[in-house]
């Protein structure tokens, strides 16, 4: 991005966290979904996260192809901003939800990186569904999220999150009750035409970045040593 580009992202931001000020009372909501027979069985994951008093947004990349690699037009991007996520995901066929409530989230920045990760062509290692709900609820202030390592199917990574399960998703009650005022419908039509935003943990040099590939690292080496473990015992025998 150019410096005239992040000037105006920047600028951006701040007039849109203005009119988008989510309540610091617990109430703001972020969640992964996942649909467990995706991908020929390997799983696939989606997003969801309270945007404000009244709207929540939902989406995922779907691929629909199934090819290893697609361009951002033929990757299946969806997103929506909705009461309640519960019926998009219902609909595509999305088994469960894990959701943790935050006292601060930050639904402008997330929404930002749901547009960046928009403009990315998939790709099945390293740009993949996982990637993608990672960066967006980390963006949000989802904290202690498992890193998105290529060792993770993305039903397991979705196992391990730290968060409440809700199972069947098709009937988790989840709806925003605000009322849409002028100013919450302001945010959303901004919301809409957000620029697209690169988290620091993804640009190549940055402490965030540097701190990321170390957790992947070391994502892998743990996976790395779990597989041995089974061979190394049976040897003893």
Same mark, same amino acid.
Request: net charge neutral; aromatic share 12%; proline share 8%.
């Given at each position: 991005?150019?410096?005239?580009?992040?000037?105006?992202?920047a600028l951006?931001?701040?007039?849109?966290?203005?009119?988008?000020?989510p309540?610091?009372?617990?109430?703001? =909501?972020? $969640?992964a979904? #996942?649909?467990?027979?995706?991908?020929d069985?390997? %799983?696939?994951?989606?997003?969801?996260?309270? +945007? /404000?008093?009244?709207?929540v947004?939902?989406?995922a990349?779907?691929?629909?192809?199934?090819?290893?690699k697609?361009?951002?037009?033929?990757?299946?991007?969806?997103?929506v901003f909705?009461?309640?996520?519960?019926?998009?995901?219902?609909?595509?066929?999305y088994?469960?939800?894990?959701?943790?409530?935050l006292?601060?989230a930050?639904?402008?920045?997330?929404? =930002?990186? $749901?547009?960046w #990760?928009?403009?990315?062509?998939?790709e099945?290692? %390293?740009?993949?569904c996982l990637?993608?709900? +990672? /960066?967006?609820?980390?963006a949000?202030?989802?904290?202690?999220?498992p890193v998105p390592?290529?060792?993770f199917?993305?039903d397991?990574?979705?196992?391990?999150?730290?968060?409440?399960?809700?199972q069947?998703?098709?009937?988790?009650?989840w709806?925003?009750?605000?009322?849409?005022?002028?100013r919450?419908r302001?945010?959303?039509?901004?919301?809409k035409?957000?620029?697209p935003?690169?988290?620091?943990?993804?640009?190549?040099?940055n402490?965030?970045w540097?701190?990321?590939q170390?957790?992947?690292?070391?994502?892998?080496?743990?996976?790395?040593?779990a597989?041995?473990?089974p061979?190394?015992?049976?040897?003893?025998?």
């Amino acid at each position: 991005m150019s410096a005239i580009g992040a000037w105006l992202g920047a600028l951006w931001e701040f007039i849109a966290r203005w009119f988008t000020r989510p309540p610091g009372d617990g109430s703001m =909501r972020g $969640a992964a979904f #996942v649909r467990y027979a995706g991908a020929d069985g390997l %799983g696939h994951v989606g997003w969801a996260f309270d +945007y /404000d008093a009244a709207d929540v947004n939902a989406g995922a990349v779907e691929n629909p192809s199934g090819a290893a690699k697609s361009d951002p037009a033929d990757m299946g991007y969806w997103d929506v901003f909705v009461p309640s996520p519960i019926p998009a995901m219902a609909e595509k066929g999305y088994n469960a939800l894990k959701y943790v409530n935050l006292k601060r989230a930050d639904p402008v920045s997330a929404y =930002r990186v $749901a547009r960046w #990760v928009a403009t990315l062509p998939y790709e099945v290692i %390293g740009r993949n569904c996982l990637d993608d709900v +990672y /960066d967006i609820l980390r963006a949000y202030g989802v904290s202690n999220l498992p890193v998105p390592s290529q060792d993770f199917l993305p039903d397991v990574w979705f196992d391990q999150l730290s968060a409440t399960l809700a199972q069947p998703a098709a009937t988790f009650v989840w709806s925003r009750t605000g009322a849409r005022s002028p100013r919450i419908r302001v945010g959303l039509a901004m919301a809409k035409v957000a620029p697209p935003k690169m988290p620091s943990w993804r640009r190549v040099g940055n402490p965030d970045w540097r701190d990321f590939q170390s957790q992947l690292e070391s994502a892998h080496r743990a996976h790395a040593a779990a597989a041995v473990q089974p061979s190394s015992e049976a040897s003893k025998e």
